[in-house]
């Protein structure tokens, strides 16, 4: 869908002055308006703009955002990807903050509780402040994803050599060897997923284009002959 189309010329000028504020996808978009439209103004600055992420997105420093590094050893072709320190520190903030906020909705909920019971004096300021704690408590439950996560991907690795991938990843027993033909993106749910088989192993957000093309570019390059 082109942001743009509706725009008059005056307007896709306006937003040209600050296409460095915009996304990749509005720049493409409007990049592609200008030309469609014919309007004569330069152009440059956008379409370098545009040349520097999309050099990005081949690199595959966008995989960062997803919390993986990727590192290819040009001479042999070899292929690592790992999870990011970054990723996994906040990984255990998560669990941390999980944990806490889980416990103050236990206490609040007993709290509330014991104002039916009349172990608690009644108050309608105290209802209001245990509603709102128990609310924390669910969110804290939610981030408690986080030590899934942690154990899957503290020492997941991928690697491939030739045409075979071997992958490194919590809940399964040992190295486990396949084809790099049988890596695969898949959409669930709003989202990308970069699996083997039923091993998943990277979720990106399928609207997001920058994250889209720096899962296709992985595949491409994970699935490549060399």
């Known amino acids: ?36 439209q014919s309007i004569d103004i330069s152009t440059e600055k956008l379409e370098e703009q ?11 420093e966008n995989l960062e955002e997803l919390g993986f590094h990727y590192e290819e050893n040009t001479t042999t072709g070899e292929i690592v990807v790992k999870r990011t ?14 944990v806490l906020l889980s416990l103050v909705g236990l206490i609040a909920f007993w709290l509330l509780v014991a104002i039916f019971t009349g172990d608690n004096e009644f108050g309608l300021d105290k209802l209001f402040m ?3 704690m128990i609310t924390a408590g669910l969110v804290g439950f939610k981030m408690l994803s986080g030590i899934e996560r942690f154990l899957d991907f503290n020492s997941f690795l991928l690697t491939k050599s030739g045409d ?10 040992g190295a486990q060897t396949y084809l790099s033909s049988q890596l695969g993106i898949e959409e669930e749910e709003g989202e990308l997923v970069f699996h083997i088989d039923d091993i998943e192993f990277i ?4 609207d997001n284009l920058v994250q889209r ?7 491409l390059k994970m699935t490549a002959n060399r």
């Open 50 to 60: 545009i040349a520097q992420k999309e050099a990005a997105i081949a690199n595959l």
């Open 213 to 219: 093309r720096t899962l296709e570019t992985l595949l």
């Open 130 to 132: 245990y509603v709102l």
């Open 85 to 98: 320190s970054k990723a996994k520190i906040m990984d255990i903030i998560s669990i941390v903050l999980g």
């Open 1 to 36: 869908m082109n942001l743009y189309k509706n725009h008059t010329p005056r307007e896709i000028v306006a937003v040209l002055e600050h296409s460095d504020k915009l996304t990749y996808e509005a720049k493409l978009n409007l990049l592609d308006t200008i030309r469609k």
């Open 203 to 206: 979720r990106a957000n399928q």
């Open 164 to 173: 075979e991938v071997t992958i490194k990843k919590g809940g399964l027993p």
